[in-house]
T-cell receptor, first 113, second 113 residues
Framework: ETGVTQSPTHLIKTRGQQVTLRCSSQ?????VSWYQQALGQGPQFIFQ???????GRGNFPPRFSGLQFPNYSSELNVNALELDDSALYLC????????????FGQGTRLTVV | DAKTTQPNSMESNEEEPVHLPCNHS???????IHWYRQLPSQGPEYVIH???SNVNNRMASLAIAEDRKSSTLILHRATLRDAAVYYC??????????????FGQGTILTVHP
């Protein structure tokens, strides 16, 4: 068991609405990353947080934003939802470093109608 | 982003060894080679990682070429539970997102009983 939990597990939203996804990272992990996985594709990096600061961002528009809290849990917010935002959103936590393993949650399946 | 190339799919029979190849010709000296796998309807799961030397753990072995431009993930005795998408990833310290995982399309491993 990885210890990374995401909520909710499934979500249906209407185009134009806003959504907040949550991630509880594994104890002691100060780095949290978010990924978007469309059906049949590999996960795409959205952004990463290290000690409450954004520490890198992928090719996603500003309507994708996030937060990391002092306990290292994190939120992903998406404004003005579009149909193409329908995907599995994955959160991963790890200690900082290249020589560490990342632990993923089970993901939140977002459907935009 | 540091790129890896993997075969789209591979097949194996249960209890036989499986060798999953990965090419990463643009690897830099500080990039770590990571492998993750993703079972259907689950988040990615860490398998193994290494820098220069071959690595073994309870799940698999990682064989790294001397020039580090390729690597092979070895499952010693495939089971039906090993059927998954396997991702070879370079975890890099360069760029603006330290340590992010850049997923490609991965290799779909099918294990036959």
């Amino acid at each position: 068991e990885t210890g990374v939990t995401q909520s909710p597990t499934h979500l249906i939203k209407t185009r134009g609405q806003q959504v907040t996804l949550r991630c509880s990272s594994q104890s002691g992990h100060n780095t949290v990353s978010w990924y978007q996985q469309a059906l049949g594709q590999g996960p795409q990096f959205i952004f990463q947080y290290y000690r409450e600061e954004e520490n890198g961002r992928g090719n996603f528009p500003p309507r994708f934003s996030g937060l990391q809290f002092p306990n290292y849990s994190s939120e992903l917010n998406v404004n003005a939802l579009e149909l193409d935002d329908s995907a599995l959103y994955l959160c991963a936590s790890s200690p900082r470093g290249l020589n560490t393993e990342a632990f993923f949650g089970q993901g939140t399946r977002l459907t935009v109608v | 982003d540091a790129k890896t190339t993997q075969p789209n799919s591979m097949e194996s029979n249960e209890e036989e060894p499986v060798h999953l190849p990965c090419n990463h010709s643009t690897i830099s000296g500080t990039d770590y080679i990571h492998w993750y796998r993703q079972l259907p309807s689950q988040g990615p799961e860490y398998v193994i990682h290494g820098l220069t030397s071959n690595v073994n753990n309870r799940m698999a072995s990682l064989a790294i070429a001397e020039d580090r431009k390729s690597s092979t993930l070895i499952l010693h005795r495939a089971t039906l539970r090993d059927a998954a998408v396997y991702y070879c990833i370079l975890r890099t310290g360069g760029g603006t997102s330290y340590g992010k995982l850049t997923f490609g399309q991965g290799t779909i491993l099918t294990v036959h009983p």
